[in-house]
């Protein structure tokens, strides 16, 4: 079974400019995450979709961030205008759906180093 | 709102040696709580669990124990390994699938 891929895993661009991330869950993964550490702190969540409902998106730091997950397969974060602060390691994870017998686990990606210059 | 603290590192220790990083939470209800290993170059994966008061986690030597009465969730090993390097995250959720909350990292270095 394939896990979480993230694309892509390192991304540097100008102050200004836009950057699109994609995340590809686990096959049959309803539940997908996306999460942020910024600099040696603390992994904080950002949204959290079901199939492609946003179900909780209380993390997401301001409306230059946008989330897609359409036909709820995989997903895309959109940083536009990216500033420097936006700098970080991005992460996806998932987990089964409702009915499954481990939900609670979530299974991340290796994560996209994204460098805002 | 929900909270987890983990002891601040980085840790250097030697090969053999005992390993305890402290975890305590905050949280309104009853969580679930994980701690979760990072590999260089690697992504998060996750190392053991626990979903209720008492629960212990375990996995590859490594154990952590669910405790209500302290809040706590601290991850031990016996005897470390120099493939153990690595950081560690603790978290929790509430029950379900939801987000997770987590603590800093602890970056942990072993020596031969």
């Known amino acids: 079974e394939a896990g979480v891929t993230q694309f892509p895993s390192h991304s540097v661009i100008e102050k200004g400019q836009t950057v699109t991330l994609r995340c590809d869950p686990i096959s049959g993964h309803d539940n997908l995450y996306w999460y942020r550490r910024v600099m040696g702190k603390e992994i904080k969540f950002l949204l959290h979709f079901v199939k492609e409902s946003k179900q909780d998106e209380s993390g997401m730091p301001n409306n230059r961030f946008l989330a897609e997950r359409t036909g709820g397969t995989y997903s895309t974060l959109k940083v536009q205008p990216a500033e420097l602060e936006d700098s970080g390691v991005y992460f996806c994870?998932?987990?089964?759906?409702?009915?499954?017998?481990?939900?609670?686990?979530?299974?991340f990606g290796p994560g996209t180093r994204l460098l805002v210059l | 709102g929900d909270s987890v603290t983990q002891m601040e590192g980085p840790v250097t220790l030697s090969e053999e040696a005992f390993l305890t990083i402290n975890c305590t939470y905050t949280a309104t209800g009853y969580p679930s709580l994980f701690w979760y290993v990072q590999y260089p170059g690697e992504g998060l994966q996750l190392l053991l669990k626990?979903?209720?008061?008492?629960d212990k986690g375990s996995n590859k030597g490594f154990e952590a124990t669910y405790r209500k009465e302290t809040t706590s969730f601290h991850l031990e090993k016996g005897s470390v390994q120099v493939s153990d390097s690595a950081v560690y995250f603790c978290a929790l959720s509430d029950r379900g699938a939801q987000k997770l909350v987590f603590g800093q990292g602890t970056r942990l270095t072993i020596n031969p």
């Open positions: 994870a998932s987990s089964q759906g409702a009915g499954g017998l481990d939900l609670e686990t979530q299974y």
């Open positions: 626990a979903t209720k008061a008492d």
